[in-house]
């Protein structure tokens, strides 16, 4: 079975340092990643996927198939990227399996 | 356009009691999914329908059960409460399956006492 493992619970950073989420998967398969994010008072929302190797908000992700990692990063942190992140797998035509999520702090 | 609405927002619940989760989806998506949030965990798999009429079980089942009479509405069913079933509870839809990203609800935050 797929598991997705996200080792910090929080990551606190200051604004204009660089961020690093860090995510690990184990599947036997050709994995498809996502990263979704949800801010204060907000639902969940797609972030960004894999397949479409696509930057948003500043936000980049690289599938590394050694070392199973799909690691989140963003070179300059601002304030409003505080939130709580979540790496999710696609084992193909059934559902997301996501991991436990990392709180992200971006203090001034 | 409302997207995915989830009704209600929160519920107390007695023991053994039962209630009905509602999700309804306005975009003409095909999948839809129960999950689950605990504290500090992630969201663990309920149920999901790839259609209407078809449902299947996810990681988490026992204790519900889920319906898909139309495309819209996807109701989660939880019979005879127990306190393990306090959670956050998200229903989301995806046009054609999870690679094509998922649209949420705002979440149902129930409490079983």
């Known amino acids: 079975a797929q598991r997705v493992t996200q080792p910090e619970k929080l990551l606190s950073v200051f604004k204009g340092a660089p961020v690093e989420l860090k995510c690990n998967y184990s599947?036997?398969?050709?994995?498809?990643l996502f990263w979704y994010v949800q801010y204060s008072r907000q639902r969940l929302q797609l972030l960004l996927r894999?397949?479409s190797r696509e930057s948003i908000k500043g936000f980049t992700a690289d599938l590394n198939k050694g070392e199973t990692s799909f690691h989140l990063k963003k070179p300059f942190a601002q304030e409003e990227d505080s939130a709580m992140y979540y790496c999710a797998l696609s084992p193909g035509r059934r559902a997301l399996t996501f991991g436990s999520g990392t709180r992200l702090q971006v203090q001034p | 356009n409302a997207g995915v609405t989830q009704t209600p927002k929160f519920r107390i619940l007695k023991i053994g009691q039962s209630m009905t989760l509602q999700c309804a989806q306005d975009?003409?998506?095909?999948?839809m999914y129960w999950y689950r949030q605990d504290p500090g965990m992630g969201l663990k798999l309920i149920y999901y329908s790839v259609g209407a009429g078809i449902t299947d079980k996810g990681e988490v089942p026992n204790g519900y059960n889920v319906s898909r009479s139309t495309t819209e509405d996807f109701p989660l069913r939880l019979e005879l409460a127990a306190p393990s079933q306090t959670s956050v509870y998200f229903c989301a839809s995806s046009l054609s399956g999870p690679d094509y990203g998922y649209t949420f609800g705002s979440g149902t935050r129930l409490t079983v006492v």
């Open positions: 599947y036997s398969g050709s994995p498809e």
């Open positions: 894999h397949i």
């Open positions: 975009m003409n998506h095909n999948y």
